[in-house]
């Protein structure tokens, strides 16, 4: 799966980063980015990384399935 951060909402608070380390890091413009497998579809679902995006102040992150095409979580 790949991760996509809304860049237009998100705040820079960085709860998404103390939840999934794994998967997300805060860019030099403090914004959160997916790292390397997230970004690109090869990355794994982890409790962390579901708790992240179900507490992401914003609503700004989004699961999709490894093509990009089909979004997991939330839910269409
Ligand atoms: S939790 Fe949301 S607002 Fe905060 S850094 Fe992560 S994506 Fe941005």
Redesign the pocket.
Known sequence: MLVR??RD?????????L?APEA?A?GPDG??LPVAGFADGGGELTDGLAE?VE???????TLHSASGGHRIDPPE
């Open positions: 951060v809304d909402r998100c705040i820079g608070s960085g709860m998404c980063v939840s997300l805060l914004q959160a992240a507490f992401c102040p914003v609503e700004a992150l």
